[in-house]
Nanobody, 113 residues
């Protein structure tokens, strides 16, 4: 059974940092990443990383966020620095095999001004 469990969300002031973790189990994943959804907005891509280390970031987070992956632990991380109020939202971990796409339950990130 595939499970993705996020942790590390919370409240932080603008300019602060948070580190999100997503512990995956039940499969080997070709691609893992993070999406976020603000209230009243559609879910958007934040960053992805392949099993080979290829990384893609949304333009809005380039230079501030860093995604990394531990393939042995099946865990993906998102280091978020220089946080802005517009980064507020629910952050979801996702993971892909060749045939299936899986989602975590989400973790709330709130950035105050």
């Amino acid at each position: 059974q595939v499970q993705l469990v996020e942790s590390g969300g919370g409240l932080v002031q603008a300019g602060g940092s948070l580190r999100l973790s997503c512990a995956a189990s039940g499969s080997i994943f070709n691609l893992m990443g993070w999406y976020r959804q603000a209230p009243g907005k559609q879910r958007e891509l934040v960053a992805t990383i392949s099993s080979g280390g290829r990384i893609n970031y949304a333009d809005s987070v380039k230079g501030r966020f860093t995604i990394s992956r531990d393939n042995v632990k099946n865990t993906v991380y998102l280091q978020m620095n220089s946080l802005r109020p517009e980064d507020t939202g629910v952050y979801y971990c996702n993971a892909f095999t060749l045939l299936n796409n899986y989602w975590g339950q989400g973790t709330q990130v709130t950035v105050s001004s």
